[in-house]
């Protein structure tokens, strides 16, 4: 099929670097036929050295490229006929055609094509300028929309403002607001260019498909039903009178000296696919995924990878369940139903295509209102909810279309996340590959916190319905549950590959203290598992762009203007909060659950030595109501110095993060852990347990040769954290230059998704070519 146009050119071909830059397609699975297209024209060269026409049939339609064909054989012949047909018939057509090209045809082609190619770059431009300007107009209405909880220090404490969580990830919208603005300004730029001809819209309307500026909605209305948008890809070559140009979807012709000051990692590519010929198809499903649920990490994780993923170039598909009415993805059409405890569910899919990601969200009753408690509801519920979704995720890529066209089996490769979608490489392997089906599909599974297993009595088995020899996947004996049903341990032995969010945490798991029962079969499958420290989303969490910031007297800041930018910051969040504004007083904050895994209970233990010292102490955040309580009860006995929000704010941890002067983060265990990296990101200086990821990622202070990022301390203790508070205050208080320093190594480090998601294309190679 197509693999047969594009691979293998002929050497002297001057069309080789479009054969060559599309090669991965011949990696891609089949399409269906008949292939639903639309027409657009790209004139080139072939591989006999004469212009043709060729037509994108829906080509690298949302990062999947289904081929490049050349109009003059399309006439009348499926997909799969091409230019060396045996077909005696094309072969005639395709040797008139030939005869037919005069050189005065191709320099008018050529110069036709570079019209064309000037006017994407006028476009490209005007779309990323109105998507600047409207992105800034929905900020400034979206920040005055904003509710700011404003502090009376008479009437009430912040310590009883609980955040709803729906309402907080209504606040949250940013990057939707970005997604929103996108089609916003496609909308208006098809209307500026409606009256130009049908080629023009053509074009236009593929480019900005190109930059996923094209709503679903938008899509429908604007084309006849069997008629899918075509884009050219992302970043294509295109062989121009011997010159190969590119065209970059965010500024126009790369080379150009416009310097646009636009938030990074759009999830637009501005270069060929980085993963070359390791293409694939990847499916990350989680049970929660930021901005439109989130408890923790992995929502912010399953938020952001994919996007790095896709802007290596791989199709992407997020599916997460749908726990609310959001505003972005619409439904699909398609239901399918699905036996859970006997029962038959039925499930709809819902889709948006944001950021170059396919976010699939399965809806079923079980998953709605269930937004604020995630994981609420007795064990066995939980337990049947992913039954439902596990058994759902593993056949979205057949059953979903996204952009029409379903990922399909080949070249797939399924990222699972936590015990709760465990069960989906167990099915993977129980229900198709043991029986011959999905045979090239893989899985591999990602621990982000084995503290949670779902673990249940043996019995649990009944409920997830699989044949009885898998039993041996979950029982599990430990002197701590005894005999149990494991889920996160089948999901260990069934997954092809498994990776955790650290260095430190993947030697953690293998030790009895760090593995929670699970070392063993994590020791059993050492070959097939490493740590990849996690990313951070840096366009939601940078002090240059954050949202959160250009309100209630917040400013953003960067390296540049960081010590003007954060005491303003500083100020505001004093102010906010209620505390008195002083800039020479440093604020140590706390952000995380309030479980035993974040050693809130070491501040409280330290306590006393913290209320002696000059300072402020900020902490955020919601679980054990004991915990929540004890928040409560320093603000009370506190007032001067100490805040306790209880509650989950996205906004306010992202004002934290920005006024405050340290990060404590005291953590008993910590898998990778965000916040300090978020931390590091706005100049504010980590003072941590060297645990985990922690540890990978705060290098000590050493005053002498003024290098690393923040303070560590070796053992969970509240006096070992008060002597590594003790230090971190010393050098606020009396070496502004290192602590100068301090916040601008932090800041400029790499942090993006980009590292992380080339060493998770490498798991999913290995994953891929593993039998
Ligand atoms: N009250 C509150 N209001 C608003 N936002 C709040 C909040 N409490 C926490 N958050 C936010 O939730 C996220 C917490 O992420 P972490 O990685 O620190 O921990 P978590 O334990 O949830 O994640 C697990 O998974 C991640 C991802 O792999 C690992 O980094 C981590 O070590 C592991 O425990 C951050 O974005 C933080 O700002």
Redesign the pocket.
Known sequence: MFSQLLSSPPASSPAGAVACRLSHIATRPLIPSPLPTRKIRLNCIDYNGSACTVRFMNAVYRGLSVGLVPINQMKGNPPGAIRRSSSAEGQEDSDKDDEDITDDTLRATIKQSKKVLEMQKNLLRQIVERRKLISSIKDDVAAKEDETVSYNQNESSFSNVD?DNDEDFDRTNNPRSHSDSYAQTTEADVLDYGEETTDRTEVEQSVAETLGLLREADLEQSQPQDMLPVTFEESEYYTMNDEILEVSAEGGMQGSNEQQEVPPEEGILDSAPLAGPNVMNVIVVAAECAPWS????????VGALPKALARRGHRVMVVAPRYGDYAEPKEVGVRKRYKVDGQDTDVMYYHAYIDCVDFVFIDSPVFRRIGNDIYGGNRLDILKRMVLFCKAAVEVPWHVPCGGICYGDGNLVFVANDWHTSLLPVYLKAYYRDNGLMIYARCVLVI??IAHQGRGPVDDFSYVDLPGHYMDFFKLYDPVGGEHCNIFAAGLKAADRLVT?SHGYAWELKTPEGGWGLHRIINDNGWKFQGIV?GIDTRSWNPKFDVYLQSDGYTNYSLETLQMGKSQCKAALQRELGLPVRDNVPIISF???LDD??GVDLIADAMSWLVGQDLQLVM???GRPDLEDMLRKFESEHRDKIRGWV????K??HRFTAGADVLLMPSRF??????QL?AMMYGTVPVVHAV??LRDTVKQFDPFNETGLGWTFKRAKANKMIEALGHCLNTYRNYKKSWEGLQRRGMMQDLSWDNAAQSYEDVLVAAKYQW
């Open positions: 955040i989130k408890t923790g990490g992995l929502g912010d994780v982000h916190n969010v996690n952000i995380g659950r895994q974040k955020l955040g919601t509650g989950f704010s996205v306010m941890a910590e898998p990778c852990g965000l916040n978020y985990g990821g």
